[in-house]
């Protein structure tokens, strides 16, 4: 059946568009989140803001953009009724929008067995079949979206050559949602005598560094 290959392809076409444009979304929130909390260090309560938003909101167009679109693909002739996939194959194909309409209302009286109408729907479906239906479905219009994922895409990988930090260390605490982190020092004490020996009731002088962007 065309009609049915059509309407197939119509909400695989919506699917594809859905999983370009959930991954792009998926990856801005990661970025903006993972940006502001490593900048702010934020305390629990807006880390659990945070992360409880940023669930929320990849939910609901995980669920508009790939959850739907796929019942729809499971059911079809409920989604899209043949009157309404004729259509929208005649805008794009303006030659055979009036001979597709009426040889579905010719398909509605066929029940009647009458010859002469069986005969016209023969003629018509030949006249159909080199028709490729599918083409009124146009998948390279997706491409446009694609950018929508680069750029976000981009900066994830440059910041995970150049600060990976920004994500271990902000992620870790976002996950962790319910815990304080106590910031890290911005320098250290390293220690430089060889041997950390000494006698009872003798002085131990003890040499040590300090290193650090904060001295």
Do not use: H
Request: no cysteine; net charge positive; glycine share 2%.
């Amino acid at each position: 059946d065309k009609l049915r290959s059509y309407k197939k392809k119509y909400f695989l076409n919506k699917l594809i568009k859905g999983v370009i444009l959930l991954l792009a979304i998926f990856f801005a929130i990661y970025l903006i989140i993972n940006v502001l909390e490593f900048s702010f260090r934020f305390n629990s309560i807006v880390r659990t803001v945070l992360f409880f938003l940023s669930v929320a909101l990849v939910s609901i167009f995980t669920f508009r953009w790939i959850a739907w679109p796929i019942y729809q693909l499971l059911t079809l002739d409920q989604q899209l009724s043949d009157e309404k996939a004729a259509k929208q194959i005649g805008e794009y194909f303006p030659d055979i929008k009036d001979k597709l309409t009426n040889l579905l209302q010719l398909e509605k009286l066929s029940a009647s067995q009458n010859q002469l109408i069986a005969a016209s729907i023969t003629q018509k479906t030949e006249g159909n079949k080199l028709v490729p239906f599918e083409k009124a479905v146009e998948t390279k219009k997706n491409r446009k979206y694609l950018k929508y994922l680069l750029y976000p895409g981009a900066a994830i990988l440059l910041i995970l050559l150049f600060i990976p930090s920004l994500f271990t260390e902000s992620t870790t605490r976002i996950i962790n949602y319910e815990k304080e982190f106590v910031p890290t020092a911005p320098f250290e004490f390293k220690i430089i005598n060889e041997k950390l020996e000494g006698f009872r009731n003798e002085d131990f002088i003890l040499e040590v560094s300090l290193e650090g962007n904060f001295v």
